[in-house]
């Protein structure tokens, strides 16, 4: 029964037409070529990661090909793990184009890990020794060789990921006797399986592709229509990846097709044989082996001509291997071994002309000493690694002369290591000094807030603790000063009330004194006074011994005082005058000798105040002035050093703490202000990246933010869901990597935090988790922006991490790769940054509102929000598998917003 066609409609895009009804043809001319290449051990496995099932896929294809399908071990070249570095895929295809002719065919099979670049449409293999994502060798490469065969059938079998890369999309009618040049993949643009065959040893796609193979041969010849058409369903049932099959783009493709045709059956002998002509494949090996043979006798009779250099006896033998490597017979190994031979010969003198003008060089600089010790080393032990194999008079001199600049480096490490020893004592007596300092400081803010102490004595105990922590700087000190100011101002209040006090009961005195004269010089119980103030004649006023009562005083209470960094809502009330008749009766009491019996009032002079705080004493004030009622403690203001537990309102410092309750869960943040700070990296700094241009960015609002990433109590008291159950959601067969209500949350999505959406500025959903909280708490919690969660993580800095550069110091404040143990830990058990901020490096990735960019824009920008439509998110601050490098400040990195990793936390801010 022939193969059904699958009813897929990609097969229409991609020009697979039924399959060819073509009867077998008559034997060919010309060799099968098979490339075989296969890596399964990477050497850089921090970019790739080891497959398992290449070289066996490998294998049993080519023990396929060789026992059904005609394919020679003499035309067979295999390069599989350390044998498929780039240079040698590059060799073997240069030298494999000079073998081939017209009416051969060529079999390329990959096995190994493919890429594709979404944005550019450009994809490539990875050879064995790919460091970097643009060391793979393009399609473009990959087109080249295809176009430069000159062989009539090239045929491409991917066995990786994005092989479909390399396809047109033009149609053909299969024909046989055209050219072609054709891809068939494991599949399209996407990853595919490593394993799945049913025995566990192989590739799902090379496992269907030797049935396939087998079944189509059991019935004669068929071309790779027939082959695709055949493997398709069993691959597309049993795995997620979808085979593909045509074209390779621009390789002057002309519509035909690469036919297999299975090794005739032999007949049974019979009495008379009648030998057969050798075939076309054996005609080429023989004429090649001729070929060979005699080129081989016409390099000998060069070889031992003693006018021939060396290097010509070289470059003889390798344009010789270049025309007949892979020609078997023993005269291409023996000139193998004469190249070899001439090589070294070539390589030895060279090395010892070399080494000895070298050693000159070396000479020189040795004695002008003008390099450190320690490059002077490493150059010495370069000229004895470079030379190892040269044996000259010197060498003894040259390893005194190492010993000698090692002893120095020596000298010198133990020297800077003392050094470094006694900045660190002396940085751990500063931060001790700090510390004392801060509790000296708690101290002195516990009393401005109790107010216990007399201005005059608050302003004495600041001068004294600024002029003693003088050499000091710490970010509480500006508001310090402007306490200092306010307890200045009181103070100086207080002084004048007590002078006009004072002058008060003077002129009090001094009139009852000259009352009592005016009584004894005049002992008649009533004098006669004038009419009226200042007239001749008015009736006399009586004369009394009660004396005047004392003129209202204020009592001034330190908040009546305006604070200098905060000042009060409302305006200060205005004065009011002594009245003016009340100066005239005074006068005219004392002028014309009345009794001090009168009662003389005016009105109280009052200081500036806040609204409602001003108070008057409702008693005449204490002869002795020098006593003033206890001030009052200020009211709180957004300046002052009171401590904040709320989010509802911006903090008074960095690193203020706020808290809420939810579900019976605290979250607790810290305040980031509003300010201006450089993203990014210098392009000096270790470990930088490209996509760190260094930008200034302003941040016109400040934001709290989670003072540590959310845990797994949170999570769950407001998604109700566990982190194993988050870990079933992408595979239950990962190991948790740690568990409980104190640690990070992690295999959490970007989607599940904020909800599903593709482009504009990001809002959570109401069945997210920022969503729910904020429905929870009545906040508007979010992501942070990518420039958000810098600013906060740096806190002031400019260094590759929150509290400098080195990185041996980075295990005091983050769990990365080597203190983690390939775990998570619970949060808060590091260093906080000096905005007490936890674990911003290390521990888990952390999610950011942004789309991610390809870098940062440079030059100034206000409130970035990144963006506005992508396919990743930011990702930032590194994790427990990271090394330093990516742990650093200004380090980015990216995840698509669906994906939940064992390594994938977040935390969140509340703007304001």
């Known amino acids: 029964m022939p193969p059904q066609e699958p009813s897929n409609p990609r097969h229409r895009d991609l020009g697979v037409p039924t399959p060819d009804p073509e009867p077998v043809s008559a034997p060919r001319e010309g060799d099968d070529w098979l490339v075989l290449i296969a890596i399964d051990q990477y050497a850089h496995g921090g ?14 294809l080519r023990d396929l090909l060789h026992a059904k399908f005609g394919f020679t071990p003499e035309c067979t070249i295999e390069l599989f793990d350390q044998g498929a570095r780039e240079r040698d895929i590059r060799r073997t295809m240069d030298r494999l184009q000079k073998m081939v002719q017209p009416e051969d065919r060529v079999l390329i ?42 062989a009539r059938h090239v045929l491409v079998v991917a066995d990786s990921c994005f092989s479909g890369s390399l396809l047109t999309r033009s149609a053909y009618a299969p024909d046989t006797d055209r050219k072609s040049r054709e891809i068939l993949g494991a599949g399209g643009l996407h990853p595919v399986a490593d394993s799945g065959s049913p025995d566990g040893n192989h590739s799902v796609f090379n496992h269907y592709l030797r049935e396939s193979l087998e079944r189509l041969g059991a019935k004669g010849s068929f071309v790779t229509n027939e082959l695709f058409v055949d493997l398709y369903t069993p691959v597309r049932a049993n795995s997620r990846q979808e085979p593909v099959k045509g074209p390779i783009n621009d390789t002057f493709h002309e519509g035909g097709q690469f036919r297999f045709v299975p090794t005739a059956v032999t007949a049974p002998p019979s009495h008379t044989t009648t030998a057969s002509p050798p075939s076309g494949t054996e005609t080429a090996g023989i004429r090649a082996r001729s070929d060979a043979r005699r080129a081989f006798a016409e390099a000998m009779a060069l070889d031992e001509d003693p006018h021939v250099t060396l290097e010509e006896r070289v470059e003889m033998w390798e344009d010789y291997l270049n025309r007949f490597a892979l020609v078997s017979i023993p005269e291409v190994a023996a000139a193998r071994e004469r190249r070899e031979h001439w090589t070294g010969e070539v390589a030895r003198v060279n090395a010892s002309r070399d080494a000895r003008e070298e050693l000159e060089q070396l000479r020189r600089i040795d004695e002008a000493a003008k390099l450190p010790a320690a490059e002077m080393v490493a150059v010495i032990e370069r000229f004895l690694t470079k030379h190892a194999g040269v044996d000259f008079p010197e060498l003894p001199r040259v390893r005194e002369r190492l010993g000698h600049w090692k002893h120095i480096v020596a000298e010198q490490v133990a020297a800077e290591r003392e050094r470094t020893a006694q900045r660190l004592r002396e940085e751990e007596a500063r931060a001790a000094a700090r510390r004392a300092v801060r509790q000296e400081l708690e101290a002195l803010r516990q009393s401005d807030k109790a107010a216990k102490l007399p201005p005059i004595e608050m302003v004495a105990a600041i001068e004294g603790f600024l002029s003693k922590h003088a050499a000091v700087e710490l970010p509480e000190f500006p508001d310090l000063r402007g306490r200092l100011v306010h307890w200045k101002q009181v103070a100086a209040e207080q002084a004048r009330v007590e002078r006009e006090s004072e002058a008060r009961y003077r002129a009090e005195q001094e009139a009852k004194a000259v009352a009592i004269a005016v009584s004894i010089a005049n002992p008649v119980g009533h004098i006669q006074a004038p009419t009226s103030l200042g007239t001749p004649g008015s009736a006399p006023a009586p004369v ?33 005058p002594l009245g003016r008749g009340a100066k005239v009766l005074l006068g005219a009491i004392i002028l014309t000798g009345l009794s001090v019996g009168g009662v003389v009032t005016y009105d109280a002079v009052r200081p500036p105040s806040y609204e409602g705080i001003y108070q008057v004493a409702s008693a005449p004030p204490s002869p002795t002035p020098s006593r003033l009622p206890t001030p009052r403690p200020p009211t709180p203001s957004p300046g002052s050093m009171a401590p904040i537990g709320s989010i509802n309102r911006p903090g008074a410092n960095p690193g203020d703490r706020g808290t809420i309750t939810v579900n019976g869960v605290e979250f607790a943040f810290r305040w980031c202000p509003a300010d201006t700070f450089t993203m990014g990296s210098p392009s000096s700094e270790e470990g930088r990246d490209e996509d760190e241009v260094q930008t200034r960015v302003t941040l016109t609002k400040g934001f709290w933010m989670s003072e540590t990433e959310v845990t797994q109590a949170q999570w769950k008291a407001i998604m109700g869901s566990t982190v194993a159950q988050q870990r079933d959601k992408m595979d239950a067969s990962l190991s948790l990597r740690g568990e409980g209500g104190n640690y990070p949350m992690y295999h959490v999505s970007w989607n599940e935090i904020m909800g599903e959406q593709s482009s504009g500025r990001p809002v959570p959903t109401a069945d997210s988790f920022l969503g729910k909280l904020n429905a929870a708490s009545g906040q508007s919690f979010t992501l942070p922006t990518e420039a958000q969660w810098e600013y906060a993580c740096r806190a002031g800095t400019a260094t590759r991490f929150g509290f400098g550069d080195s990185d041996s110091m980075l295990g005091d404040s983050a769990w990365y790769t080597e203190n983690a143990n390939s775990t998570t830990h619970p949060v808060g058990e590091k260093e906080p940054n000096e905005w007490g901020l936890r674990d911003m490096h290390g521990n888990v990735y952390e999610w950011c509102a942004d789309w991610y960019a390809n870098t940062l824009p440079g030059g100034s920008t206000t409130d970035p929000t990144g963006p506005g439509t992508g396919t990743v998110r930011v990702i930032r601050g590194g994790s427990w598998y990271c090394r330093p490098t990516y742990a650093r400040s200004a380090n980015r990195n990216w995840d698509t917003p669906d994906d939940r990793g064992g390594d994938l936390g977040f935390r969140f801010v509340s703007p304001q």
């Open 544 to 576: 009394t011994s009660t004396p005047a009562p004392s003129p209202v005083v204020p009592r001034i209470a330190p908040a009546d005082i305006p604070d200098p960094i905060h000042p009060p809502a409302k305006a200060f009330a205005p004065r009011k």
């Open 109 to 150: 099979s990959f096995s190994g890990h493919g890429w594709f670049n979404e944005e550019t449409k450009l994809g490539c293999w990875f050879a064995q020794d790919a460091e970097h994502e643009s060391d793979g060798i393009p399609n473009s490469l990959l087109r080249d060789w295809c176009r430069a065969f000159k």
């Open 47 to 60: 970019l790739l990661t080891p497959l398992n099932c290449c070289r066996s896929d490998a294998e049993a």
